[in-house]
């Protein structure tokens, strides 16, 4: 399997536990903040969203911080309906996938800039790689405590890890 390859399925990966983790909450639930220092998923998304066009757009050719971003404003609550919160979700990763098509594996070791700092393709992949998980893992836990004991796990369920070992295994 190529690097190439790995990433997009990674990124996919993440991507699902996201859409997965969203589709568990109520409209209202998406812009619940612990306190006024922590961001909704909404807001989180917002900043994933910036962050994917920013970075993505021109990837080869231009700064991954554009003159355009306004990263500040993604911090700031809107009250985005669902639709708008996933509409910008949807965007975002497509232009992640857009940018990731068009690269081969040659292109690797080119050079890329994020705010004038000089990265490989691979090293610029592996930057947003962990960034969009961090995130992402913010979407899950806030999704988490509001669907509260209506949470489906996304992964293997709290005293269920014998149960799921014996049916992925086979075990007894």
Known sequence: MSYLTSVKKEFLR????????????????????YNEESNSIATTVKHIWGNMLSRWT????????????????EF?????????????WEEGWACLFT???????????????IRAEAHTVMEAI?????????????I?????????????????ARNKSDEFNREKFGRK
């Open 140 to 156: 899950v836990y806030l999704a988490r405590m509001q669907a509260g004991d209506k949470w489906t796990s996304l992964s293997i």
């Open 99 to 113: 940018a990731l098509e068009a690269l081969k594996e040659e292109d690797l070791n080119r050079t890329v800039y």
């Open 76 to 88: 700031e609550e809107d009250k985005a309906t669902r639709a708008e919160v996933l509409a910008r």
């Open 126 to 138: 592996n930057r947003q790689l962990a960034h969009y998980p961090y995130h992402v893992g913010q």
């Open 14 to 33: 993440y991507k699902g536990l996201g859409d997965k983790a969203m589709a568990q909450v109520p409209d209202e639930a998406l812009h619940w903040q």
């Open 58 to 73: 021109n990837f080869l050719t231009e700064d991954g911080e554009k003159e355009w971003r306004q990263r500040d404003q």
